[in-house]
């Protein structure tokens, strides 16, 4: 449920978010930099104190999620848990009928084996709607694409699991 409510913010904050409005103490290119640079366990002080005050600060039970454009940081328990690098990959639509296209689309992702790569995914399925790289405990993101109403999960460059919402 986390992962979803993650994901939509993820969307409507890249919707709404050109990447201009930053925080105003690190200038828009070293955010990225200075995030990856975060160690994991890090305090939410320390966040704050090398990143400035985030674009936007939601709190869902013993989680906060502080944007910083493209980024947002997972806090539990006054730490950092989790990094994400999200954006829009391409505008959803098409020519054809919504339901002929899910259907269509639902195949296709059930057809697609776990550990199939990225590439081949992406061969298969196109663009996706939504990308986002997810830090946890290594240097190394596990990847989530966004397509129609699926969100397809990588590890290690293979798929792991996908989840229809």
């Known amino acids: 449920m986390l992962l979803a409510i993650l994901l939509i913010a993820g969307v409507l904050n890249a919707c709404g978010?050109?990447?201009?409005?930053?925080?105003?103490?690190?200038?828009?290119?070293?955010?990225?930099?200075?995030?990856?640079?975060?160690?994991?366990?890090?305090?939410?002080a320390a966040v704050e104190s090398r990143l400035g005050e985030p674009t936007s600060e939601i709190t869902a039970g013993s989680e906060t999620v502080l944007s910083y454009g493209a980024w947002r940081l997972i806090i539990e328990g006054d730490r950092l848990k989790r990094r994400i690098r999200s954006r829009r990959t391409s505008q959803a639509g098409g020519s054809g009928s919504a339901d002929h296209e899910?259907?269509?689309?639902?195949?296709?992702?059930?057809?697609?084996?776990?550990?199939?790569?990225?590439?081949?995914?992406?061969?298969?399925l196109g663009v996706p709607e939504h990308h986002e790289e997810v830090f946890e405990a290594s240097r190394l993101p596990e990847v989530v694409l966004g397509y129609g109403a699926w969100v397809l999960s990588f590890s290690n460059g293979e798929l792991r699991q996908r989840t229809k919402f």
């Open 102 to 124: 899910s259907k269509a689309l639902n195949q296709k992702i059930l057809a697609i084996k776990p550990g199939t790569s990225i590439a081949d995914v992406r061969r298969v």
């Open 17 to 44: 978010n050109d990447g201009s409005t930053q925080s105003t103490s690190v200038p828009p290119g070293d955010v990225g930099k200075r995030v990856l640079e975060l160690s994991q366990g890090v305090s939410l």
